[in-house]
């Protein structure tokens, strides 16, 4: 015997076919979505990869057009009177303004005449002068050689140089090379606007030109290497993106990417390009957004008339008013107990807020420790030599201790202001600042534990000033630092050693590189609080604010690992106006 609940067969007869035909409509959509994803997918792949096939050979033929527009300058140069006689007669006071006017009408990245001896004696870049190029590639074979020598050189900041060069000779006299640097970095540049990666590789497979600057000077397989997304929210959200399952030719941080190669006739050079599936997937999903919409409006529709019969029922759940009305007041109840545990939690937000003040307080008085160290110890230095010269009547040398103990207390005064820098910018005017004399006050004020630790220290500085803009105190405050890490990484090595080299280009580059065992984790390295020192030699804010002092002064910070071993730590500002520069170099 059925009950009232109980729905009657013709009842149960049009729940049966509702549910079949909602089950029809889900099938149809699924399969709509999958074969408009599957046609869309091939379509628009092929137009994708279509234009970046387009795009490689644009590029390659850019490449080479520039390669060959630039060969042909060093055999006209080679044959230019003027520089033939500037070499005869070793006189070469128009030779530079000669090559500045060539270069603008070639079109070269720079030019530069080199003597027998490979010394640069006219060049279009006026600090090249005098520099000596004698083991460089494209200066020995150009000597050995008769025709037009290409010559790919590794920089020592990174990346390579491209150069033509061809031995001047008078009669059967060989006088001197002259070098055209041919500027393909200009490709890179402008490739990374437009395309997602492109490498060009020379015959061995080294990557020479890319628009990843990391990629230069490895091989294709050591640049792709896929990196696994972190965590578990990530990987979702890569096979998401991924579901159209197309076939990736490799793989790009994690990323799949189509990949097309086309071969540069010149040198066994050869040209890829790597380009995502994202343009691809925006389009077609938008496709199937749209298709999905008008299923969902299908099925909503159909759950609307669905509704509109669960209507008449409604009136079976009055009787659960009074059910409701009790669960809303056990509700309120609930909700007066959470805002109480609200206000407990408020609470103790506020606590806790004071205890990370206080802890930050504690932070801030050891980096004043740690900063005022050295400062502190040159003084103590100071003050022995002075008693002792006191005895000896020696009173002028004596008044000059004190006054080096007074620059100390002024420059402890100034650290401590630029301390406040790690939270602010300064605002103090900037001012030109020779770098060697900079340099110099720093080795002073270091002295004590250079003398202390028997470092053996090798400084290479121009011979003209390196000047820059910028705040004295605060470019002393980034060498000390990086001296003093240098010095503190060699703790463990018999026989200590710290390189300095200062060198002025387009930017005014310190390099400060030390034998000790180098750097563990480059990553985190410029991060506040981080350091691989002992507790109590140092909280890590060193790094970070001398980072944010060269950032603030217009310049980077950057560090790496030598190749002999070792930690390299280069100081890069940008050098005093052209005009500076170019009376410096006359």
């Known amino acids: 015997m059925e009950t009232a609940t109980d729905p009657d067969p013709q009842t149960r007869a049009i729940n049966w076919r509702v549910r079949v035909a909602l089950a029809g409509l889900l099938l149809l959509a699924v399969a709509v979505v999958s074969v408009t994803n599957k046609l869309l997918t091939d379509r628009f792949t092929e137009s994708t990869r279509n234009r ?74 006026r600090n090249r002068l005098g520099s000596s190029h004698r083991p460089e590639a494209y200066f020995v074979d150009a000597i050995r050689a008769s025709a037009t020598i290409f010559t790919v050189a590794e920089r020592e900041t990174g990346g390579y140089g491209f150069f033509y060069s061809r031995r001047v000779q008078s009669g ?66 890569q096979a998401t993106a991924d579901w159209t399952q197309l076939p990736p030719d490799a793989y790009l941080q994690g990323e799949a990417v189509m990949r097309l190669e086309t071969r540069i006739p010149f040198r066994g050079w050869r040209m ?18 749209l298709e999905i919409m008008g299923f969902a409006i299908l099925l909503a529709l159909s759950f609307y008339a669905l509704s509109r019969r669960t209507a008449l ?54 980096a004043v420790s740690h900063e005022l160290n050295q400062p502190l110890a040159a003084m103590k230095t100071y003050l022995a030599g002075a008693r002792l010269l006191l005895r000896r009547n020696r009173q002028e040398e004596a008044l000059s201790s004190f006054g080096r103990i007074d620059d100390l207390i002024e420059r402890m ?50 011979d003209t000033p390196v ?21 503190d990484a060699t703790k463990s090595e018999q026989n200590p050693k710290v390189d300095i080299l200062l ?23 410029f991060e506040p ?15 970070a604010i001398s980072s944010g002092i060269v950032n603030d002064l217009g310049g980077r910070l950057t560090a790496r690992n030598g190749q002999a071993g070792g930690a390299v730590f280069e100081m890069q500002l940008p050098i005093l106006g052209s005009d500076h520069s170019t009376q410096a170099a006359e």
């Open 413 to 462: 005064g100034g650290i401590t202001r630029q301390l406040k820098s790690y939270a602010r910018k300064g605002q103090e005017a900037f001012s030109p600042v020779d770098m060697g004399d900079a340099l110099a006050s720093a080795l002073s004020m270091m002295e004590p534990q250079l003398r202390q630790r028997h470092v053996q220290i090798s400084r290479i500085v121009p």
């Open 272 to 289: 890829a390009s790597f380009t995502t599936y994202a343009s691809v997937r925006e389009r077609v999903n938008g496709v199937l957004a």
């Open 529 to 543: 609080f981080y350091t691989t020192k002992q507790a109590g030699d140092g909280v890590g804010l060193g790094l």
């Open 52 to 125: 970046a096939e387009l795009r490689l050979a644009l590029y390659s033929g850019n490449l080479l057009s520039e390669l060959r527009q630039n060969a042909i300058v060093p055999q006209l140069l080679a044959r230019d009177a003027e520089l033939i006689g500037a070499l005869n007669s070793a006189d070469y006071t128009a030779s530079t303004r000669r090559l500045i006017s060539f270069v603008e009408e070639i079109g070269a990245a720079s030019l530069m005449l080199l003597d027998i001896d490979g010394r640069t004696v006219a060049a279009t870049d």
């Open 313 to 366: 029922r409604m009136a079976l759940f009055q009787r659960e008013s009074a059910e409701l009305r009790t669960l809303n007041v056990a509700l309120q109840r609930e909700i007066a107990e959470r805002k109480r545990v609200q206000e407990t939690l408020a609470v103790a937000e506020q606590t806790l807020e004071q205890s990370s003040k206080l802890a930050a307080l504690g932070e801030m008085s050891a």
């Open 172 to 237: 059967s006299d060989v006088l001197g090379v002259i070098v055209v640097e041919v500027d393909l970095q200009k490709f890179g540049r402008a490739w990374a606007g437009i395309s997602d990666a492109v490498i060009v590789t020379d015959s061995t497979g080294t990557i020479i030109l890319t628009t990843e600057p990391r990629w230069q000077g490895r091989t294709e397989e050591e640049a792709l290497v896929r990196q696994t997304p972190a965590n578990a929210i990530q990987r979702a959200i």
């Open 467 to 487: 000047r820059v803009m910028g705040d004295r105190l605060r470019i002393e405050q980034v060498m000390v630092n990086l001296l003093r890490n240098a010095i």
């Open 503 to 525: 060198s002025a280009g387009e930017t005014a580059t310190l390099t400060v590189r030390d034998n000790g065992p180098g750097i563990e984790d480059l990553d985190q390295l």
